[in-house]
T-cell receptor
Framework: ETGVTQSPTHLIKTRGQQVTLRCSSQ?????VSWYQQALGQGPQFIFQ???????GRGNFPPRFSGLQFPNYSSELNVNALELDDSALYLC????????????????FGSGTRLTVV | EDKVVQSPLSLVVHEGDTVTLNCSYE??????LLWYKQEKKAPTFLFML????IEKKSGRLSSILDKKELFSILNITATQTGDSAIYLC????????????FGQGTTLQVKP
């Protein structure tokens, strides 16, 4: 069973609305990354948070924003929702920022399925 | 632009068959390549590869990396219906984050 918990599991929103997705990282992990996975595609990097600071951002507009809390849990906020924002949003936690330094793979949560109508 | 390409995009085999999934990449300052299995939602970690030519093995699954030719393969022997899933290849590149660049995935269906 994954140690990363995401909520809610499913969500339906109307275009133009705002949404907040939540992620509790695995115990001992201080880094959280968010990915968007559209149907039939691989996940795309949105941003990463390390010790409560944004530590890198993918090619997503500013209406995608995030937070990391002192307990290393995280939120993803999306404003002015568009139909193309419909996707599975995955949160992944790790114990280091750079996986290649021996930190192993990320642990992914089960995701939040967002549908924008 | 960094990219990861997987092939084939989908594959249908019968139980007991052996499959080879391919992943090629063009990424600046490669750090590591990872394979994940995604059955319903959460991708689960299979392998992390950082050095060329060293095979990693876990049961019926194995993987190897070629950093000269910029590709990796994932082999599954004696496939079972439980192997049906999307297999994702991802590469960690040069950014100051652990950003992973994913391929499109290979959808594997194993028929009884």
């Amino acid at each position: 069973e994954t140690g990363v918990t995401q909520s809610p599991t499913h969500l339906i929103k109307t275009r133009g609305q705002q949404v907040t997705l939540r992620c509790s990282s695995q115990s001992g992990h201080n880094t959280v990354s968010w990915y968007q996975q559209a149907l039939g595609q691989g996940p795309q990097f949105i941003f990463q948070y390390y010790r409560e600071e944004e530590n890198g951002r993918g090619n997503f507009p500013p209406r995608f924003s995030g937070l990391q809390f002192p307990n290393y849990s995280s939120e993803l906020n999306v404003n002015a929702l568009e139909l193309d924002d419909s996707a599975l949003y995955l949160c992944a936690s790790s114990s280091t920022r750079y996986l290649g330094t021996g930190g192993g793979g990320y642990t992914f949560g089960s995701g939040t399925r967002l549908t924008v109508v | 632009e960094d990219k990861v390409v997987q092939s084939p995009l989908s594959l249908v085999v019968h139980e007991g068959d052996t499959v080879t999934l391919n992943c090629s990449y063009e990424v600046t300052n490669f750090r590591s390549l990872l394979w994940y299995k995604q059955e319903k939602k959460a991708p689960t970690f299979l392998f992390m590869l950082t050095s060329s030519g060293i095979e990693k093995k876990s049961g019926r699954l194995s993987s190897i990396l070629d950093k000269k030719e910029l590709f990796s393969i994932l082999n599954i022997t004696a496939t079972q219906t439980g192997d049906s899933a999307i297999y994702l290849c991802a590469v960690e590149g040069s950014s100051n984050t652990g950003k992973l660049i994913f391929g499109q995935g290979t959808t594997l269906q194993v028929k009884p």
